[in-house]
Nanobody, 130 residues
């Protein structure tokens, strides 16, 4: 089991920043062995990949829509992954979920397909007004 808890969402203006956190303090898996992804979803749309971070050498991957604005990082000692979101746009408005991939091998790039992730948090709302 990998209980995940997201935090840091809120309502901001376009151009502002937010930092989301994803914590797995009660995970039965060794946190450093997990690939972690951030996804987002808006009503009526499929969940889409935003950013991911792998194991070991900290491979990261980003959706084209957030590349250069969002940064994903991890602190394995705190069992937490962060998503720093800068220059937010109204189209970033969504519920953001973090998810854990227990099968990602060392040094592999994080996976972008949601089906690769076995455990999900409850989500945190991000609203960006224009």
């Amino acid at each position: 089991q990998v209980p995940l808890v997201e935090s840091g969402g809120g309502t901001v203006q376009a151009g502002d920043s937010l930092r989301l956190s994803c914590t797995a303090s009660r995970s039965r898996f060794t946190f450093s062995r997990l690939g972690i992804g951030w996804f987002r979803q808006t009503p009526g749309k499929d969940r889409e990949f935003v950013a991911g971070i792998g194991r070991g050498v900290r491979n990261t991957d980003y959706a084209d829509s957030v590349e250069g604005r969002f940064t994903i990082s991890r602190d394995d000692a705190q069992k937490t992954v962060y998503l720093q979101m800068n220059s937010l746009k109204p189209e970033d408005t969504a519920v953001y979920f973090c998810a854990a991939d227990t099968s990602l091998i060392l040094r592999a790039r994080p996976r972008t397909d949601s089906v690769a992730y076995e455990y999900w948090g409850q989500g945190t709302h991000v609203t960006v007004s224009s």
